[in-house]
């Protein structure tokens, strides 16, 4: 295919001509390769036993159970456990580095330091900690235990899902019985629940993957937020830039990668220690730049620039002039080693759960993490030297961006509109049809589909019909990449979009705000979460009432699944633009869209979410914002 089918982003077509040229395969071509078994795709495939693998023949022409008798609503739904499962396991595991990472500083283990003190004191009291005359550590001791009981509590609920859920859904999902006791026993019995011969009653499994996504939610997502901000600092508005000429050709280049913050901001403050290190091999100095989420985690509380996104994780190595590219987990694609090892970029890996075959390995703990990071940062810069000339190309094009949008921020700006009542110029907007709804545009990209096309095309969209958006993850990268994270976007917003941005905006002494406000990495959907309790708590209505939506419009990972379903779990509608493999169940597509309206359970009806799966983005808004003007007209605005 041509390069310009790819991907939206020049730089990154620019790269792909470059690869194609150097014989050099990476995960769009592999992706062009790969065709899709069609059982695979509607989630019918079963390889759960060794008496499989079973699959159920779309349409009653061939097999309609697997050996053991599962139907096809049975394997649909245990597939989607399973992917939810994923998710969950990734976040529930950030999240327990961090408390751990919190717990080893306090001790003097680790070579970190307690940065957001507000926000220690905010959650401590959340949790009912009597925070009078305490020194920090003896807080966050006793915030950490709190925490470390969500993993081992055989009784009750989530101390994060009391601390963070809005009272309605809480009642809602008591009433249901889904609330979880602890993350770990979840997820395990969750395991055991999806064996062979174990759960096969669709609606109950469904029922169990909403229950495991409020794992997701507060012991992942939240939990994560909200302990990363005591770590390092609630985020607060930074410019930055964006795309691949953020890579600059006299320094040492070290572009960061993965999730966890631990790792990522320790190599940020060795770099700055080793600069003096960088003339000694001829470099001007050292370039950090991020990529996927670890990148979000940086540009967010540093404002480092970002490389690139999910899709084209590969194209910073392409250039040439990558000296370094270090990763620890989640979304780090196997096939970065092949390229690397066609250049002279050192891959590395840190954790020693997560390693690639012929990458450099340099293990990371939060004991150790100044002399990982060090070792990191001397590497890079010796590599510096070992580049190759003639393989260096740097495509050009660089695009300014505004992020760093926490919750705390958010009210911040608009407090300067409205001192004693900040919710009240954001709400007054909404009710006077100002601003229409929000939207969170949240998730990845994708190398099947073209690369940023679909998560920009729904934000044009929306803002053209004055829909507000934050973003969050690799979608938010793609707005950046495009302008829709910079004053500049505004040309694109509706009339009444545009005045408020502007008003509030200049208010605090910028020319407008962006149509996008860039929320953070994946984990900190939570603070769209926390936005939603909010405004739902200041109109004294139930999250599902808002007249907002999420989307992802570029999926690729089951964590997007875990997430998606937490929020459809807290009554908001999401929209996904990849195939979520779950077509091949009536029944499970039908709970999950409520397509059919007379089918007797629905997250809709439960929740007051649905999922809205459309794969054209034009389409996609328009669905959505037929959602939210349904959403207004029920709350009667
Ligand atoms: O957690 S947005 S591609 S990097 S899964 Fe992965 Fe998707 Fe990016 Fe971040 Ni989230
Ligand atoms: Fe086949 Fe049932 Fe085994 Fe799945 S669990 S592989 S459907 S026999």
Known sequence: PDVKDLTMDTGVQQMLEKAREEGIETAFDRAAKMTQCGFGSQGVCCRLCLEGPCRIAPKGKGPQRGVCGADADTIVARNLYQHVMQGTSSHVEHAREIVHALIETIEGHAPYQIQGTDKLKCLAQGLGIDIEGKEINQLVKEVTAKALEDFQKQHGTLNWLKLKSHE????????????????????????????????????????????????????????????????????????????????KKDMVNIAVHGHVPLLAEKVVEWAGKLEGEAPKVGAQGINIVGVCCSGNELLMRKGVNVATNYASQEMPIITGALDAMVVDIQCIMPGLQQVAQCYH??????????????????????????????????????????????????????????????????????????????????????????????????????????????????????????????????????????????????????????????????????????????????????RIADLLSALAGYLNVGVKDLPVAGSCPETHHPKA????????????????????????????????????????????????????????????????????????????I
Request: include cysteine.
């Open 168 to 247: 309605k859904n809480f009642q809602n999902w008591e009433a249901l019985n889904l609330l979880p006791e602890n993350a770990h026993a979840e997820i395990a019995k969750s395991l055991a629940r999806t064996v062979m011969g174990a759960d096969s009653d669709p609606a109950n499994l469904l029922m169990g993957t909403v229950k495991l996504s409020l794992v997701d939610g507060f012991a992942g997502l939240h939990m994560s937020t909200d302990l990363q901000d005591v770590m390092f600092g609630t985020p607060r508005a930074v410019k930055a830039q964006y795309r691949l000429g953020v890579i």
């Open 345 to 526: 970029t050192e891959l590395i890996t840190t954790i020693p759960y997560s390693k690639i075959s012929g990458a450099t390995h340099i293990e990371f703990s939060t004991e150790k993490a100044d002399e990982a990071a060090r070792e990191i940062v001397m590497r890079a810069i010796s590599n510096f030297t070992k580049r190759d000339p003639n393989k260096i190309s740097i495509p050009e094009e660089i695009t300014e961006a505004y992020a760093g949008f926490s919750v705390e921020q958010i009210v911040e700006a608009l407090s300067a509109v409205n001192k004693s009542d900040p919710l009240k110029p954001l709400v007054d907007s909404i009710a006077s049809g100002s601003i229409l709804g929000a939207v969170a545009i949240v998730g990845c990209t994708n190398p099947r589909r073209k690369q940023d096309k679909y998560n920009v095309e729904l934000v044009m969209e929306l803002i053209k019909n004055n829909v507000l958006v934050v973003a969050t993850g690799c979608s938010a990268h793609s707005l950046g990449k495009f302008g829709l994270l910079s004053p500049d976007g505004l040309k694109y917003c509706g009339e009444g979009l545009r005045g408020v941005l502007t008003a509030v905006g200049q208010a605090n002494g910028l020319p407008a705000l962006p149509p996008a406000l860039h929320m953070g990495s994946c984990v900190d959907n939570s």
């Open 561 to 636: 699944l875990a997430i998606g379903t937490y929020f459809l779990a807290s009554g908001v509608d999401v929209h996904v633009g990849v195939n979520p493999q779950v077509t091949g169940s009536e029944l499970v597509t039908n709970v999950l869209t409520a397509a059919k309206e007379d089918f007797p359970i629905t997250t809709d009806a439960l929740f007051g979410g649905k999922i809205i799966y459309e794969e054209d983005s034009v389409k996609a808004a328009e669905l959505i914002i037929e959602r939210i003007k349904m959403k207004r007209k029920a709350l009667g």
